[in-house]
Structures are given as C-alpha cells and as structure tokens.
C-alpha cells in the first residue's frame, strides 16, 4: 500500500479556509487518493476523492499536484462543524480488495 | 436513499456473553467491510466480504470473530466469549464494488461495552 503522510493537528479561524496537506510519494499510477473525516463519536464521513486532476464537490476542493506525490484538501469556509480527525488515503488497485487503510490522519481545530 | 444502518448502536454484554452486530449496505451495494476503533485509538481493517463470501479476512483476531453476508439478510459480525478488550466502536461500511473508483460509505457505529 502506498503510504501517507499528514500533519499530526492544524488550526483554523472559523469562516477561513482550511487547507491540509497529504504526502503520498509512492503512491501508483492507478491508485486513487481519498479523503474522509470523523467528528468524535461518529461513523467516518466521505469528502473527496481523486486520481489525477483537481475535483471538487459541495464539501470541498482536491488539489493534486502533478507528479500525484502529494495532495492539499480544502475546505473553503471552515466551521466550527468541521472540527474532526482528517484521513488522507491511498485505495490500493493491484487486487480486488478495495478496503481503506487508515492512518492517524490530521485533527482539524476550527476556532471562533 | 438510505446511508448504512448499524444495529444495535450501543450493547452491553457481560464477559464470556456473545455480541452480534448487524450491518446492512446501502441499497445496491454488495460489498461490505468492518472497521474496529478501539478507545483513543484509529481505525482498523477487520473483514471485507461480499455476498456469501469472505474475500479478506486479514485484519479478524484468529479467534472468538467471524462475519458472515449472507444471500439474504444484513451482514454479521459475531463477537463469541467477550472480553473487555473487545470493548470498541464497530464500523460498517459498504460500496458498489471493490474498483478505486467506487467510494466506501460509513455507517454511524456499534458500540460494543463489555462489563
């Protein structure tokens, strides 16, 4: 699997925009970065995902760098609601298992 | 349509008592995975199965766990002779197919207190 690397804990000022990086350098040409969160007590919430060019949806933005060895999650409006642990994750492609492996991720700390 | 449904949210059960936890996809999704969370701690792989079928058990303690999906029915995950250990959030969650393209949806939880 290809591993990821996040900061441990970010802050942001409530109504700005919170970016978290995520490094991925091994990650393979087919393999898809996906990102979810958990607020405390809750099931983890799908966000994002990507495999080469930039999306965004209704939650959030994916910016991909080029080479794809590191990725920037934002969020464009931070609210005290966003305050949750973030998993920056490579889905493994080269078996039919699918399954997400999920590493310590970032906690995001939106303050007023 | 409806998200993941985890039943029961919470159970107590005594030490050496058997826990069932039932998991139903999301409508239209065959595959479905358990996540254990043990307190303070991340999320980990346990069981990824599909309809009738276990494909990747690699993350199930050896004993005393086993998950079933049958043809009919919500998938199950079996917790035989508890112990405090076992104490933990179980999550399900469930997608179309196994494919990266495919997105893996959460359901809200079991917790699993063993008195």
């Known amino acids: 699997d290809a591993k990821t690397t996040q900061p441990t804990s970010m802050d942001c000022a409530e109504g700005r925009a919170a970016n978290l990086p995520c490094n991925h350098s091994?990650?393979?040409?087919?393999?898809?970065v996906y990102w979810y969160r958990q607020i405390h007590s809750q099931g983890p919430q799908y966000i994002i995902h990507?495999?080469?060019n930039n999306e965004t949806n209704e939650m959030a933005s994916l910016i991909i760098t080029e080479d794809r060895k590191s990725s920037t999650l934002i969020l464009p409006h931070a609210t005290l609601r966003d305050t949750a642990v973030y998993y920056c994750?490579?889905?493994?492609?080269?078996?039919?298992?699918?399954?997400?492996?999920f590493g310590q991720g970032t906690t995001l700390q939106v303050k007023p | 349509n409806a998200g993941v449904m985890q039943n029961p949210r919470h159970l107590v059960r005594r030490r050496g008592q058997e826990a069932r936890l039932r998991c139903s996809p999301m409508?239209?999704?065959?595959?479905v995975y358990w996540y254990r969370q043990l307190p303070e701690e991340g999320l980990k792989f346990m069981v990824y199965l599909q309809k009738e079928n276990i494909i990747d058990e690699s993350g199930m303690p050896k004993e005393r766990f086993s998950a079933e999906f049958p043809k009919e029915g919500p998938s199950i995950l079996r917790i035989q002779q508890v112990v405090r250990g076992d104490s933990a959030a179980y999550f399900c969650?469930?997608?179309?197919?196994?494919?990266?393209?495919?997105?893996?949806?959460f359901g809200e939880g079991s917790w699993l207190t063993v008195v």
């Open positions: 409508k239209g999704h065959s595959h």
């Open positions: 969650a469930s997608s179309p197919d196994s494919s990266s393209g495919n997105t893996i949806y």
């Open positions: 091994t990650i393979s040409g087919n393999e898809y």
């Open positions: 990507g495999l080469k």
């Open positions: 994750i490579v889905r493994r492609a080269r078996d039919n298992t699918g399954k997400l492996i």
